[in-house]
Every structure is written in structure tokens, then in C-alpha cells.
């Protein structure tokens, strides 16, 4: 059958997979809970007929905040239905976020899945006059659930559904279908409104893409208002796969030995703490064991997916997936097939060792006003590159602008525009109807696009050099010391990075070296601590060039998270926040009283710090000292 509405898929479910009894499942007080297809069907278009019987019209807005529960699918479709938009959020928004969403999308009623997440948006719909009321997912005593309004429902059924039949056929796939605030890591969030074609266009042209089928599982630990794992849970709706979500991301590991699933969504963050896990298994082996892992390690990275790999490589890489290999894939619920990976870039030597070791990862590229793929490294390595984010979708236009280099694209896929802001909206989409990324790239092959860094990341020194703060980070992912890093440096004489260690890993090598500290901040002024991230840094220096390396750096005792606002829900970091947060470090760091750039210590010298070198600034300060003695 086509499918030009969202809520199409429901009739899909009934007529071709109706008997499906795990379409959705999630888990409640340590067992796995499981809503069928008919379940699915049947609740949706009930909960459609009570917001119908409440009175909301065509394009009215509902808030959905929640974690990823198959409740979230039924209000979701119920609202699709309807006729209404779907405006979903993060449950780690702040308030002054949250109220700004609130207010600026004219949202009707909320709906959140539980008491805390109750509490916290209450009180600011309690100050916005437009918001009637909100409800739960949960049930909690004395506060509205969302089952009343399929209670009412049920008591008119049979006129309420010849009202919904008419409000379907109102539909267009044109009409708005969700309103999806970016997280605002440049100011205030922007709307992107997403029409049925939208996002039906991308999860149809992803679902031959998609290597599993009707009867394989998906494991979903991503948050559901994210454009990324939106898309592929409608495209997974639309091939019949089971649908179970994790508790939370610090019970993956359970939840994959529970369902061994077949393909999850995630991006590289999750990828890289996976193996920082496995990679500290093997530390801790001994002997031929630990020395047998680590060679498949250093094999797993020289993988060539261009076929290339040699006779005696392929060997050795058979014997290694026998012994070492397995493991990993054990670890991953033994079914996996494919890992998709977006929202960021996965470093290219971890792409090349998961896939040695038989785990396929497909990295794409997109943003939430495209809906959101754009390219994607497909399954079948005639259509992947590593490297790349792969090659264009079907039905997507894509090409690079002369002289930015920057992305633009085009197709059915690209957003209505955002909502309220005409100015910026005509910002990014020109009058040809380019859609304008911000991001710079360039095609390998004439197919296979890459992404080289993102015009408003992109910054130049006091020099006129220009860094790009995302390359060089990259470059720091893989090691055990550094959970996230920072260059910073705009308009300054040299680049530098603020560093929020890894203290799991610090407070294991304190212990194993009688380090005495008492706090996070005493460890991170310890000497033995700074100089052992200082040969991290000397390491990557060596692969950059001289106006790129870090000249100095900072640690900092805060993890960055979420929670504390310094990463987006899609754990990129949030520049501004942390620019904010640590503006005095950074004056420290750039004191505009002195040219401290060639300290040593901590700061030291480049790894590639030359005699002469050290001879001309000798002579400066010499200079220096002259010069204030004279006056």
C-alpha cells in the first residue's frame, strides 16, 4: 500500500502485520513488556477519537516529553491522526529552555511520562495561560492520565471514529506533521517544522538500506524526539521490526544480552565508550591471552574496505575473529548484523576495527531540517566508503558550493522551514530551494561525501590561520585519559583545549600509583596527573601542524554532561555554554598582561620544540628583561 501520511503505517500493521505481538516493548520493574501490532492499532486511534472529543482542531500542537516508551508511539500516531502536530522534547532541557518551547509553540496540552518529569514542566505550564493541562503516561494518584482520554473515548466510539475518518481525510502529506526544536547550542532553540512527505521521504528511501527485516529486532536507546532516531523508528515500523527500548543508555549492556537484538541506532560516543570497555577487558588479561588481543586490535585497525586486504591478512584476520573477535560480538548480543551510526562523526580507525571484527557500522550524515539523512555508508561495501559518510540517498540532491565548500542539499526531504522565523529560515534555504548545512565537505570518488568541518566551529588565530576544532578533537577520542576535550584559540596567538578527564580511569591510576588526593580538583592539580595528559597531548601534536597543536591546556573537575548543560542530547558540546562556564580559565590561560605561550610545565614545549627555537625565545626574554631596565 502507499504510505503519504505517517499514520498510514498503522494501516500497514494491519493489514501485513497484524500478528506481531512484539511491535514495541520496554521494561517495567525488570521484566520486558510487550504491545502487539493490534495493540498498537487500536490504542492510537482511540486516543486520536479522545483528543478529537476534547475539541483540538487540525494543527494544533501537543507537547510530548518522555523517555522512549511505546506509549510515545501510540500518543504519537493518536496525534498523527488527529490532524495535530506532535512537539517533542528533551527530558534534559532546563528550565528557561523549556519555558522558551513552551511559550513560542503555542503547544494546546503536555504530555510527560512520569511524576518527576511532572514536576519539573508544571510549574512553568502553571505560568502559560494557553497550556490546558498535562497528563501522564504513568499512572500517578491525583494527576491526569492519558488513559481518560481513551476512557472517553470508548464511551462514544462509534461517532468519534466517523469524526476521525473525516479529520484523516482532511490530512495532506504536505500538512505539518512534528515541530522539532534544535537543542540550541547557539542560542535560543529554532522550531523546524516536518511535514508528513518530510520524513516519510527519508524513512522510505533508508528502508532498503536497513539490513534486517520483519521478525528481527532493533534495540532503541536514543531519545525518540530526535529527528534521527524518529526516522528510523518509522522505517522500522514500515519493515515489521520489533522495537525494544532500553532503560536507560547505562543499562545497554543488559539490554542487549536480554534481547540480542539484530541492528541498534547510535552515535559515536556510545560506539567509543563500548570500546574504551572492551580495550580495559584486555588490559586486565595476562600473558599470551593479552598479547594475542592486542594484535587483533592492531589488525582490526589496518582493515581495508576497498577489498584490498592481503591474503595473509585475510588469514590472520579469521584466526583473530575466532579467538578474540566472537567476543565482541558476544557482547553485542551475538544477532548483530549492523550498527547505525550518526549525529557526529565516528573516528575512521574505530569504524575499521568494528568492522573487522565482523560488526558493521553504516555512518550517515544529516540534520533535523533535512529530515534527517542525507548520505549514508550502506550495509554492502559497493556502496560505503569508510572514512565517509557514504554515498547520497535516493531522491536527495547534494552538491558543494564554489568557493565555501559548503554543503547544500535538496529534495523532499528538506523542512517546511522553521516556524515563526521567516528571516532565518530564508537564512539557510535560498531562492533555488538549496538548503544551506553549515557544514563544509567534498565528494571522494565523485560518490562518497565527507565531511571536513563546520563553518561556525571553524576559527582563525591572531595569525590568520584557521583551525577546526572538530579534526583535532577527534583526534583525542581514543584515549583513556580525556572523557571530553575543547580547542579553543579564536583571535589568540595559539591554540589551547579545556579537558575534562575520564575519573573513572583517573581515580583507578591514583590508586594503582598512591596518588593521595581528596577531591576531583586536588587530582587534576597533581603533577603526575598533568604531565601524564601532557605526553597525550605531545602525541597528537606530532600529527598536526604547527599553528594546529595545543600549546596549553587546562583540566577541569566537572564531567560534562547533559544534565549540567555543557553536551547536547546528541552528546556534541555545547561551545558556548562551556565558553561561558569556564571564561575564567580561559582568561588565565590567554592572560593579556605577558606572552606566557612558551612556558614549560604543563604547557611544555611542542613535542617538535627545536633547539633553535628554544634559542630565539632565550633571547627574547633576554631582550625583554633589557627593555624594563632600561626604562
Known amino acids: 500500500m502507499e504510505i503519504k501520511r505517517v499514520f498510514d503505517i498503522l494501516e500497514l500493521y494491519n493489514n501485513e502485520y497484524a500478528e506481531l505481538k512484539d511491535a514495541f516493548s520496554y521494561k ?7 504491545f502487539s501490532a493490534q495493540d498498537y492499532y487500536k490504542y492510537s486511534h482511540l ?67 512520569d511524576q518527576n518529569l511532572y514536576k519539573k514542566l ?36 462509534e461517532e468519534l471514529m466517523k469524526k476521525l475518518e473525516e479529520r484523516k481525510k482532511s490530512v495532506d502529506e504536505n500538512d505539518m506533521h512534528t515541530l522539532i526544536y534544535t537543542s540550541g547550542t547557539t542560542g535560543n532553540p529554532k522550531g523546524v517544522m516536518i511535514s508528513h512527505k518530510n520524513i516519510l521521504s527519508n524513512a522510505l528511501a533508508v528502508k532498503p538500506i ?128 549492523a550498527v547505525v551510526s550518526g549525529g557526529a562523526s565516528l573516528q575512521v580507525r ?11 557500522v553504516c555512518e550517515g550524515y544529516g540534520l533535523t531540517e533535512t529530515s534527517p539523512v542525507l548520505a549514508v555508508n550502506w550495509p554492502d561495501w559497493n556502496k560505503s566508503r569508510l572514512g ?5 540517498l535516493e531522491g536527495v540532491q547534494v552538491k558543494i558550493a564554489e568557493g565555501s565548500k559548503e554543503i547544500l542539499a535538496k529534495g523532499p526531504n528538506i523542512m517546511l522551514g522553521y516556524y515563526k522565523n521567516e528571516e532565518e529560515t530564508k537564512k539557510v534555504i535560498d531562492e533555488d530551494g538549496w538548503f544551506h548545512t553549515g557544514d563544509i565537505g567534498e565528494f571522494i570518488d565523485n560518490k562518497y561525501l565527507k565531511i571536513t568541518d563546520r563553518i561556525k566551529e571553524t576559527f582563525k588565530t591572531s595569525s590568520g590561520k584557521y583551525i577546526a576544532p572538530q579534526v583535532i ?56 596527573i598533568i604531565n601524564k595528559i601532557q605526553k597525550e597531548i605531545n602525541l597528537v601534536n606530532e600529527t598536526l601542524g604547527e599553528h594546529e597543536r595545543i600549546k596549553r591546556f587546562r583540566l577541569v573537575c566537572e564531567e560534562w554532561s547533559q544534565q549540567t548543560g555543557e553536551l547536547s542530547p546528541t552528546l556534541k558540546l555545547k561551545r558556548n555554554v562551556i565558553y561561558k562556564k569556564y571564561a575564567h580559565i580561559l582568561e588565565e590561560i590567554y592572560g593579556h598582561g ?38
Not at 518509522?234 to 539484530?262: M, R, V, W
Not at 579553543?488 to 578527564?501: D, H, M, R, Y
Not at 610545565?601 to 626574554?621: L, R, Y
Open 350 to 360: 574505530l569504524a575499521r576495527l568494528y568492522t573487522a571484527a565482523g560488526i558493521r
Open 47 to 113: 486516543f486520536a477519537c479522545g483528543l478529537i472529543n476534547k475539541g483540538f482542531k487540525k494543527g494544533e500542537k501537543i507537547i510530548t516529553m518522555s523517555q522512549s516508551l511505546p506509549h510515545w508511539n501510540i500518543a504519537d500516531m493518536g496525534i498523527s491522526l488527529a490532524g495535530l502536530v506532535n512537539v517533542p522534547i528533551y527530558t534534559t532541557l532546563g528550565g528557561e529552555e523549556l519555558e522558551y518551547i513552551l511559550r513560542h509553540s503555542d503547544a494546546k496540552i503536555i504530555i510527560v511520562s
Open 388 to 392: 565517509t559518510v557514504g554515498p547520497i
Open 122 to 157: 508544571k510549574p512553568i505550564a502553571d505560568k502559560i495561560p494557553e497550556i490546558q493541562t498535562v497528563f501522564t503516561f504513568h499512572h500517578i494518584e491525583g494527576i491526569e492520565n492519558w488513559v481518560s482520554l481513551i476512557q472517553e473515548a470508548q464511551e462514544n466510539e
Open 473 to 528: 578533537e577527534n583526534k583525542f577520542k581514543t584515549s583513556n585519559l580525556i572523557e571530553q576535550l575543547m580547542v579553543v584559540g579564536e583571535n589568540e596567538k595559539f591554540v589551547s583545549a579545556l579537558i575534562s578527564p575520564n575519573f573513572n580511569y583517573l581515580h583507578f591510576y591514583a590508586s594503582k600509583h598512591k596518588i593521595h588526593y581528596r577531591e576531583n580538583s586536588d587530582l587534576i592539580k597533581h603533577s603526575e
Open 594 to 631: 605577558e606572552d606566557k605561550t612558551e612556558k614549560m610545565g604543563k604547557e611544555g614545549p611542542g613535542p617538535k620544540e627545536t633547539f633553535e627555537k628554544k634559542i630565539s625565545n632565550g633571547m627574547k626574554k633576554l631582550i625583554n628583561i633589557y627593555s624594563s631596565n632600561k626604562e
Open 28 to 34: 517495567e520493574k525488570g521484566s520486558w513488556v510487550n
Open 210 to 337: 536497513v539490513p534486517i527485516d520483519h521478525g528481527q529486532r532493533a534495540l532503541s536507546f536514543l531519545p525518540l524526539c530526535h529527528i534521527y532516531e524518529r526516522m528510523l523508528n518509522y522505517c522500522f515500523q514500515i519493515k515489521g521490526i520489533s522495537i525494544y527500548y532500553a532503560e536507560n543508555l547505562g543499562t545497554i549492556a543488559n539490554d542487549l544480552k536480554d534481547i540480542k537484538p539484530h541492528l541498534f541506532n547510535s552515535v559515536p560516543r556510545v560506539l567509543e565508550k563500548f570500546y574504551d570497555r572492551i580495550i580495559s577487558v584486555g588490559k586486565d588479561l595476562k600473558g599470551i591471552k593479552k598479547w594475542i588481543f592486542f594484535a587483533a586490535v592492531r589488525l582490526g585497525t589496518k582493515y581495508d574496505d576497498k577489498g584490498k586486504n592481503s591474503l595473509m591478512y585475510r588469514f590472520k584476520l579469521g584466526i583473530y575473529r575466532k579467538l578474540v573477535f566472537n567476543k565482541w560480538k558476544a557482547a553485542f548480543g551475538g544477532n548483530i548484523v
